[in-house]
């Protein structure tokens, strides 16, 4: 066990640095070496958990998607809200999310498969979406793939508008302001005029973890 | 005249370089030196119009905003709907409007200013929107600027997953998808009813334009 922490610790110091690097040039010209530096781990250490610098990429991009068990909800379109303001409150928050985010996003990383976050969003939104259909949370034209897809694709976006005029600052108004405009959609009203979308609920739903902040971990030992 | 006309062919052709070369290296990555080459043009030429890389980029950036004189529509929501969906068909068929958006997106592009865009989108669509509830399109609650800079995070993103999953061959699905979500918390239904956001509108509206394709020009000149 305590060799376990020892391994998630280095491997969350080594996504860190690696986080910062990509920020700072870039994936296609960041290198392992400047990784290691920053680390302060042996080379060793570095290509146990993260053989090549797409592996790192790929680390860094699954540290955005690494789910925080939000509790059920009785309410099946508050927790996709609160799966959407949460990710933003730790994208306004965490470093390593957001450089997932942007690395994502990034297109001139070539090599590196960036479908990979919006497809795995898009399944937990469609999930989400198909249960709220099935109790009578939305119109029946809905299509949950659909609208998951909008709402993933939508929040990139919004996110990198909010990156580039405000730094993030305005990132939980901006939010609020896409749902309120795609749920009407999609939403019976009585549901739509019982779901929390105001700004403050990122920050109150991450209040509500367990974690108070996220400490990304290998899937298997998560 | 003929002057002029020799001037605008070397602006294009410097920004098409500028755009490939960006394309290939990212902001950060690329030089001047390799934009000269690509071109073919004179270092005088190149310098004339574009005294620094941030200029050639500031310049690839504009190229996507450059307004294509959509004629006036009865229906303010309509040309707000085609200013959209040609905005996509440019982005699927004109590499350097696609560079352009690229750039805006450019986190790495250190110095950069890449808030421009964004503001200037929300700008074209705060005016169009405010015309439109000024004439009972919209209803009351709407706020434009905020309907506006929802649709422009949001198409900004839609683009990004478009061409992350399917290198922009699935982009009029993906617009015709957001518009149908965001519009009906905004249009009345009346309205909504009679617009056109079939997926083929981008191509429609694009063979109806006086330009087969697009010639970006510098401002003094369209």
């Known amino acids: 066990m305590a060799q376990q922490d020892r391994a998630i610790r280095t491997r969350r110091t080594i996504l860190t640095a690696a986080a910062r690097v990509f ?3 870039g994936y296609q010209a960041a290198t392992i070496s ?8 042996t080379k060793g250490a570095l290509y146990f958990h993260f053989p090549s610098k797409e592996d790192l990429a790929e680390g860094v991009i699954r540290a955005q998607d690494h789910q925080l068990p939000i509790p059920d909800r009785a309410c099946k ?14 994208l306004q928050t965490d470093p390593l999310v957001r450089a997932g985010v942007r690395l994502s996003l990034d297109q001139q990383a070539q090599g590196l498969d960036r479908s ?4 795995r969003w898009s399944e937990v939104g469609t999930e989400l979406l198909h249960k709220a259909q099935a109790q009578g949370e939305l119109m029946p034209h809905v299509v949950p793939a659909d609208t998951a897809d909008v709402l993933v694709g939508a929040f990139a976006g919004v996110q990198a ?8 600052q305005d990132l939980p ?7 309120r405009h795609v749920l009407p959609s999609a ?7 019982a779901v929390d979308i105001t700004e403050s609920r990122g920050a109150f739903v991450n209040s509500t973890l367990h974690h108070t902040h996220t ?3 290998p899937a298997s030992l998560s």
């Open 77 to 90: 379109v508050q927790q996709l809200v609160d799966t959407v303001v949460l990710h933003a409150y730790r």
């Open 116 to 119: 990979g976050p919006f497809l």
């Open 34 to 41: 400047e990784i290691l530096t920053t680390a302060g781990v």
């Open 23 to 25: 920020e700072q040039r």
């Open 173 to 179: 108004r901006r939010v609020t302001a896409l749902l």
């Open 161 to 168: 508008m909010s990156q580039a005029v405000s730094n993030y």
């Open 187 to 193: 939403v019976v009203p009585s549901v739509l005029a």
């Open 215 to 217: 400490v990304p971990q």
